[in-house]
């Protein structure tokens, strides 16, 4: 059996619709590239395994007893890929014409890119904010408060959106947003799988910062698009009123878990 191209490693976590539907988008794509599809179950839900039988025969499924997190989850599925580069994407996600082939052009010709990620558009085609220079302690305050009102904290906002940057180029970047990451097989190897210690949320920063320190790139492309239906879960409160909301509560302990981990390395940039 050759070895495909691309591994399209697909997490759900309670939206079966929404997979069957992201499946079927890459499923619609004519770009000249061979894809397996492996779907992770998180938890289990029933009818899924049936849903996918029925609609799509080569997709393999994996269902977990239970939520393990985000990291963790996608971490099996990578374990049982094949393919040249491994896409992690989101069950919100839609591919469109060309996304993937441009991904996999991108990195045949730029061999020092360990991980790249498209455009990503909101349903109404507006773009949205996908890549990232690293946080400092001090962002979060600044996201979550009405301080990033003040002056410097849109100065701080700015630079961490990396908004003097133009979105239609190229480019590097410090990190991207987990929504869709297109990853180097052989620069997993070398590097490691997503740290399971994070259940949701800095697993995408953490990774992007390892692959940086391990001497390989990160990029944006947006030679490739995709529709992502994105929430930010997190960031629908503010202020101590975010203290109750469980997404919050989880964002903040994995932020934690990152400034503890990379404590005492020095602050750099690369984008």
Wanted: glycine share 8%; net charge positive.
């Amino acid at each position: 059996m050759s070895r495909p191209d691309v591994s399209v490693v697909i997490l759900n976590y309670q939206s079966r619709g929404l997979t069957r539907e992201c499946v079927k988008s890459f499923k619609r794509l004519s770009d000249a590239v061979s894809l397996e599809f492996i779907v992770v179950d998180n938890g289990g839900e029933e009818g899924l395994e049936e849903t996918l039988a029925q609609r799509f025969g080569d997709v393999r499924y994996i269902r977990l007893n239970r939520n393990i997190g985000f990291a963790a989850g996608n971490n099996v599925g990578a374990r049982e890929s094949r393919g040249r580069y491994v896409m992690f994407a989101n069950q919100d996600l839609t591919a469109t014409h060309q996304s993937v082939g441009s991904l996999v052009k991108f990195m045949d010709e730029n061999p020092d890119v360990a991980l790249c990620g498209p455009r990503l558009l909101n349903p109404d085609g507006t773009i949205q904010q996908s890549f990232y220079r690293f946080y400092t302690p001090l962002t979060p305050l600044y996201r979550r408060t009405i301080l990033g009102r003040l002056w410097i904290g849109r100065q701080h906002l700015d630079h961490f959106l990396m908004r003097d940057r133009d979105a239609t180029t190229t480019l590097n970047v410090d990190f991207l947003m987990g929504a869709c990451l297109f990853v180097r097989a052989s620069a997993i190897e070398r590097v490691g799988l997503f740290d399971e210690r994070y259940f949701f949320y800095f697993e995408d920063t953490d990774w992007c910062r390892r692959f940086w320190e391990a001497g390989y790139r990160v990029c944006y492309v947006p030679s490739s698009t995709m529709i992502h239906i994105h929430s930010r879960d997190s960031a629908q409160k503010m202020g101590i009123a975010s203290l109750f909301d469980k997404a919050t509560r989880r964002h903040i302990t994995s932020g934690a878990q990152y400034f503890i981990k990379h404590w005492g390395k020095p602050r750099v940039s690369y984008g």
